[in-house]
């Protein structure tokens, strides 16, 4: 049987605008998918409306276009698959693998972000509560093909994690295992920010039976006070009248050797050049990078 073709996806968060550093990710993310002839998707994340900012969604699509990255099919709102993730969340319950959880954020606040099982077998309703999956007692890991091997014991370091928040909102975790199965997606190229809640999406999709996708993580790419760039932060939008020389500096901090000739292209010429030229190998392997170092 013949592997499935490449399908790669880009999925930011619209609380914001895009900014530098999801320039790199979605530019990563376009150019793996690109250089093997690939689909490459768009998918807005856009699961807490009261963290999303006005307009972010028009600015997020209008940014991309200006920048020549141009995906496949049709845009996917996550805000349009609730009944599917309330599917979901209600068949894990009644499988017992999901419980109901009425714990408080100060209840929890001694445990370093890990779920001490307080409501595991307490019987809860579900109304008004949030809704954790069960973790096995087991450590999953995979190999990153940037960052190498990752491996967390989901037991000992995270615990039984949310997947449908008190107020009703359905979890990161949940709906991105759900959606990349539903899109048939291959390969998930994103931030290394994330590269610590893979594992949780792992055993969703074990749990669940979907197959695993390829993980590659780029390095994240971080202000000099060491937070990452990001719209909490309130970093820049990026211009459109600046998409071909940020693209030379996000395939500079991607670690692609751009010639000197292309520093004046346009973005179409340069992202033809870039897709013909990806290098996985070249990627720093490192979690971070300062916006300081890049040129």
Known sequence: MNAPAYIGRFAPTPSGYLHFGSLVAALASYLDARAVGGRWLLRMEDLDPPREAPGAQDAIISTLASYGLEWDGQLVRQSDRHAEYAALVKRLLQQGLAYACTCSRKQLEGYQGIYPGTCRDAGHATRNAAI??????????????????????????????????????????????????????????????????????LYLQELLGFAQPRYLHVP??????????????????????????????????LGQAVPAELAAARPKELLSWAVSHWDVGRIPRSRTLAETQLR
């Open 132 to 201: 954790r999956l069960r973790v096995p007692d087991l450590s999953y890991g995979f190999i990153d093909r940037v960052q190498g091997e990752y491996r967390q014991h989901l037991g000992r370091e995270v615990g039984d994690f949310v997947i449908r928040r008190r107020d009703g909102l359905y979890a990161y975790q949940l709906a991105v295992v759900l959606d990349d199965a539903w899109q048939g997606v291959t390969d998930v190229v994103r931030g290394a920010d994330l590269l610590d809640s893979t594992p949780r999406q």
């Open 220 to 253: 994240l790419i971080i202000q000099p006070d060491g937070h990452k760039l990001g719209k909490s932060y309130r970093s820049p939008p990026l211009p459109a009248d600046r998409a071909a020389p940020l693209l030379v500096r996000a395939l500079h901090a």
